[in-house]
T-cell receptor
Framework: AQRVTQPEKLLSVFKGAPVELKCNYSYSGSPELFWYVQYSRQRLQLLLR??SRESIKGFTADLNKGETSFHLKKPFAQEEDSAMYYC????????????FGQGTTLQVKP | EAGVVQSPRYKIIEKKQPVAFWCNPI?????LYWYRQNLGQGPELLIRYENEEAVDDSQLPKDRFSAERLKGVDSTLKIQPAELGDSAVYLC????????????????FGPGTRLTVL
C-alpha cells in the first residue's frame, strides 16, 4: 500500500537551530516525493520536489530509497519558517495523484 | 493572477442537507483535483479530472458525493445528503500536463472550503 508517514505532529525549535522534518514512505515502485508547505492563513503550496534537487528558502531534502525516507532539512531555522509541512508522494506512471502525510507543524521560537 | 478560486470559503449546514462547492482552476490547466482534508490530517484525493473526464474517482463516496467539470474548466463538487463526518476542508487544485507522457507538473491549490455539518 502507498503510504506517507510523518512521525512528528509538532516540532518546536529556537531560531538559528537546525531543523529536520521526518518523512518516511511506503511504495513498491519509483515514487516522486514532494514537500508542500502551508503558512498561516495561506494556501497549500509546493516547497520542493526531489527530482529538482534544489534548495528552496534554505531547505533541502534528499530521497533515500534504502531507508524509504525524504527528510526535510534546514541548517538554521528562521521565525518565518513556522508553518505546517506536508510530505507527499506520487507513484511511478504518475497518475498525478498525491498521497499526503499527516503533516508536521514547525514552530520556530525567537 | 488569482490562482485557483474556490467558493464559498465557509459553509455551515445541518445534516441531511445538500451542499455544493465550486472551483475555477488556473487558466490553461487541464487537470483538476478535489481533495478532502480532515482535521489534523493531510489532504486525500477524492477525484481527478483530465479536461472534462473524471479519470480517477476511486476515492469518491459515490452514494452521496458527485462532481462535474463541464466544458473542462470550472468544477462543482456536491454532497447530498451531508453527514456529520463530512465536516472537513475541501480543496481544489489544478495543474498543467507535463511535457512527457504521464508527467504532471506542480499542483496549485485553492484556499479551500471549510464545511461544518451540524
Amino acid at each position: 500500500a502507498q503510504r506517507v508517514t510523518q512521525p512528528e505532529k509538532l516540532l518546536s525549535v529556537f531560531k538559528g537551530a537546525p531543523v529536520e522534518l521526518k518523512c518516511n514512505y511506503s511504495y513498491s515502485g519509483s515514487p516522486e516525493l514532494f514537500w508542500y508547505v502551508q503558512y498561516s492563513r495561506q494556501r497549500l503550496q509546493l516547497l520542493l520536489r526531489h527530482i529538482s534537487r534544489e534548495s528552496i528558502k534554505g531547505f533541502t531534502a534528499d530521497l533515500n530509497k534504502g531507508e524509504t525516507s525524504f527528510h526535510l532539512k534546514k541548517p538554521f531555522a528562521q521565525e518565518e519558517d513556522s508553518a505546517m509541512y506536508y510530505c507527499a508522494l506520487s507513484g511511478s506512471g504518475n497518475t498525478g495523484k498525491l498521497i499526503f502525510g499527516q503533516g508536521t507543524t514547525l514552530q520556530v521560537k525567537p | 493572477e488569482a490562482g485557483v478560486v474556490q467558493s464559498p470559503r465557509y459553509k455551515i449546514i445541518e445534516k441531511k442537507q445538500p451542499v455544493a462547492f465550486w472551483c475555477n482552476p488556473i487558466s490553461g490547466h487541464n487537470t483538476l483535483y478535489w481533495y478532502r482534508q480532515n482535521l489534523g490530517q493531510g489532504p486525500e484525493l477524492l477525484i481527478r479530472y483530465e479536461n472534462e473526464e473524471a479519470v480517477d474517482d476511486s476515492q469518491l463516496p459515490k452514494d452521496r458525493f458527485s462532481a462535474e467539470r463541464l466544458k473542462g474548466v470550472d468544477s462543482t463538487l456536491k454532497i447530498q445528503p451531508a453527514e456529520l463526518g463530512d465536516s472537513a476542508v475541501y480543496l481544489c487544485a489544478s495543474s498543467s500536463r507535463g511535457l512527457a507522457e504521464g508527467h504532471y507538473n506542480e499542483q496549485f491549490f485553492g484556499p479551500g472550503t471549510r464545511l461544518t455539518v451540524l
